[in-house]
């Protein structure tokens, strides 16, 4: 099974999971195999093992013993960066200079494509700017998580029906409501209802809404709002978004000399690979990969490489897969490979993101009967993209209804 986007979810909340439940695909959820707890950073011509706790710090490699013992240091050090401050400061002031190098590009470039001194740590990664806030201290933080209730299985899942049967599910709840395959043109106001223009399936114009949710990436709802409110669609359209390349690569893991045992490596800047890092797909998710055959996704691109997507198969073949080689070593053979782009893929929330989001709902509220949601507003994971909508969908709901 290839998924080419969302692979896998690390709920913080049961919010997920009650939708799955809403659209009657529940049984669906199942947790990833035990390997996936651990991760990997390409450091020096080697992918190396991530401590999976604070006790595993004395035996990994990802980071030089001086770099580890400055992040064993960080429940004494001082609180307070701006509201601004770049992922890249604030792990510099938190874990050092060695962990913002390694950790936090790996991390960032995992997550969303980015590069940490572009992104600003309180909107990329709210829990953990939190956990300081709360907790004065990140180790401390961590340590006093708890385990989400509701969520029926520990740490990563997943779909085993693919991600995609979670919308799939969902639109068939909606019956003959949903119209997919559409594209809106244009949104009007008429008699204080919002009309949309579609193309597609549906073509043509649609009776009045009393409330209009605007789900689509930040420069599709810039184009639809701009009639109504300029400023509105200004501080949509400065929202840049990183694209993605990705590779799925099928090959015979026992025949590589470092045997992949893992969720994935992640591969921090300067360290002379061009891709951004690979999932163990089969390992993590053994059904995705037919008995005695291995499957790797590889991603690539990102604010790295922004243009890598225009280039051809065959030319992101020839960087993926030496890379790939690189890291497993001798061994690594590429049996079957397929190409995808995701030209608009991840928004990027870099500094200023939070003032900016602030303004967006300022202008936003100044339309009746219109709200926005999506991941460049309220967090990119999965679970911060459901969460988005439903608040969205709620504070409609409570407008339209007084
Ligand atoms: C390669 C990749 C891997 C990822 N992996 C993970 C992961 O493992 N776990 C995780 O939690 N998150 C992951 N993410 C992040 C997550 O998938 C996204 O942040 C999330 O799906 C974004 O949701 P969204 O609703 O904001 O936007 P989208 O999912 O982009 O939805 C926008 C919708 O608007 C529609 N649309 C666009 N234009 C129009 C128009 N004119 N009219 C009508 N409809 C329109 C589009 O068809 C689309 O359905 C990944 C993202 C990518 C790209």
């Not at 595993?56 to 429940?75: H, K, M, N, Q």
């Not at 874990?95 to 390694?102: D, F, H, M």
């Not at 693919?162 to 119209?179: C, D, I, K, N």
């Not at 579609?198 to 009393?210: I, L, P, R």
Request: aromatic share 8%; hydrophobic share 40%; net charge neutral.
């Amino acid at each position: 099974m290839l998924e080419w986007g969302p692979h896998s979810v690390l709920p913080s909340s049961p919010r997920l999971i009650q939708l799955a439940e809403e659209a009657g695909i529940s049984d669906s959820w199942t947790s990833a195999a035990g390997a996936a707890r651990r991760r990997y950073v390409y450091r020096a011509g080697k992918a190396r093992a991530l401590p999976g706790s604070p006790f595993g710090i004395p035996f990994s490699t990802a980071l030089s013993p001086f770099g580890w013992l400055r992040v064993l240091t960080e429940p004494f050090r001082s609180n307070g960066g701006s509201e601004e401050e770049s992922v890249k400061d604030f792990f510099q002031r938190r874990l050092g200079t060695e962990a913002a190098r390694i950790l936090a590009d790996a991390m960032v470039a995992g997550i969303s494509g980015g590069v940490p001194e572009d992104l600003e740590m309180a909107s990329f990664a709210p829990a953990v700017a939190e956990m300081e806030r709360k907790h004065g201290s990140l180790f401390k933080g961590l340590i006093s998580r708890s385990r989400p209730k509701g969520v029926p299985f520990r740490g990563t899942g997943t779909l085993k029906t693919g991600m995609q049967s979670l919308p799939e599910a969902l639109a068939r709840g909606l019956g003959e409501a949903y119209q997919g395959s559409n594209t809106v043109t244009e949104m009007y106001r008429e008699n204080h209802q919002w009309n949309l223009s579609v193309e597609g399936a549906y073509s043509g114009d649609t009776d009045g809404f009393d409330g209009v949710v605007l789900a689509t990436p930040s420069a599709v709802s810039a184009k639809l709002a701009r009639p109504h409110n300029l400023r509105l669609s200004g501080l949509l359209e400065s929202i840049s978004y990183a694209s993605m390349v990705l590779v799925q690569i099928a090959y015979d893991a026992s025949k590589c000399r470092f045997k992949p045992d893992g969720f994935g490596f992640l591969v921090p800047r300067q360290q002379s690979l061009q891709i951004l890092g690979a999932i163990w797909s089969s390992s993590v998710f053994p059904w995705r990969a037919p008995s005695g055959r291995d499957l790797a996704t590889v991603f690539m691109g990102g604010t790295r490489d922004p243009l890598l997507g225009e280039r051809s198969d065959e030319e992101i073949l020839e960087r993926a897969i030496p890379d790939m080689q690189r890291a497993h070593g001798s061994g690594f053979e590429a049996d079957w490979c397929e190409v995808g782009r995701a030209p608009v893929a991840i928004p990027q929330a870099r500094r200023g993101h939070g003032r900016k989001v602030y303004a967006l709902r300022n202008e936003c509220s100044l339309l009746d009967g219109l709200e926005l949601a999506g991941g460049y507003l309220d967090g990119i994971s999965l679970e911060n993209c459901a969460r988005s909508g439903q608040w969205a969908a709620e504070r409609l709901l409570q407008e339209t209804s007084s």
